[in-house]
């Protein structure tokens, strides 16, 4: 009889359960072939968390996302029960304590840190001399970024020690670098080959064969759309 009552006791849980989860308002405002956008993709994939996708125009935002991200306006914003939340590296740290299951930053405070360390490089020096390598007028600036690019790329190289930046399983530094495979595609010249990253080289392979970011990544058109749009706005913006 008791296990009975217990049985009833845990499916009523469980519905309950499952009411809270498909309660949630989960709303991602993006662009389509946006690295910084992707990398919540990826992260939300992993977890498994459904979400609301809301496109947005680069170079024509909406109010909405004014109002969400007033301070950058940019993309992407999440907004998780009508909180929004701004900055890619600030948002997957933000899913990764909400929703715990495969977690994508260790638990060690020290490696979690190193974590932090090496996605803040990355945007730091990788994503910026890659944005000026293609984006500067002047050819002697474009050269000057592909050299900075290859010189902090050099780093990462050495830091991989495993299958991911991770280990075994995709994490946070992996999903912040997603930026290099995807720009190597873009760019007119070759960023690494097995010959100068080896170790870069080989991720960037099992990073794109893993099934969750085999499914969200952008195809190449969609890839050439955005950094055509993303040019065009920043030229905009300098005017
Ligand atoms: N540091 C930001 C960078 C985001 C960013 O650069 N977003 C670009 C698109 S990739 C954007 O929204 N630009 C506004 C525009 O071009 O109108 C992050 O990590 O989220």
Redesign the pocket.
């Known amino acids: 009889m008791i296990h009975i009552i217990v049985g009833k006791v845990k499916r009523v849980l469980q519905s309950c359960g499952a009411m809270a989860a498909s309660e949630e308002d989960v709303k991602l405002l993006g662009?389509v072939g946006?690295?910084?956008?992707i990398?919540v993709q990826i992260a939300l994939k992993l977890k498994g968390v459904e979400y609301k996708y809301v496109e947005?125009k680069?170079?024509?935002?909406s109010e909405t996302l004014i109002q969400y991200n007033p301070v950058?306006?940019?993309?992407?914003v999440f907004v998780h029960n009508g909180k929004p939340i701004?900055?890619?590296?600030v948002?997957l740290e933000y899913i990764d304590e909400t929703w715990k299951q495969n977690p994508i930053l260790p638990s060690d405070p020290y490696k979690k840190a190193l974590a932090r360390f090496w996605s803040k490089f990355i945007?730091d020096k990788c994503v910026a001399a890659a944005w000026k390598s293609v984006f500067m007028v002047d050819e002697k600036q474009r050269e000057k970024a592909r050299e900075e690019l290859l010189e902090a790329l050099q780093f990462l190289e050495n830091e991989l020690k495993d299958k991911f930046f991770g280990g075994e399983d995709i994490g946070f530094v992996d999903i912040a670098a997603l930026f290099i495979p995807l720009f190597q595609q873009v760019a007119e010249f070759q960023l690494f080959t097995s010959d100068n990253f080896p170790k870069l080289y080989k991720w960037s392979l099992e990073f794109y064969n893993h099934p969750v970011v085999n499914e969200i990544m952008p195809s190449k058109d969609q890839q050439f759309a955005?950094f055509k749009?993303?040019a065009e706005?920043?030229a905009a913006?300098n005017k």
């Open positions: 662009s946006s690295p910084f956008v990398r947005e680069l170079g024509n935002l950058y306006k940019m993309v992407p701004s900055e890619s590296r948002i945007d955005y749009a993303r706005s920043l913006s």
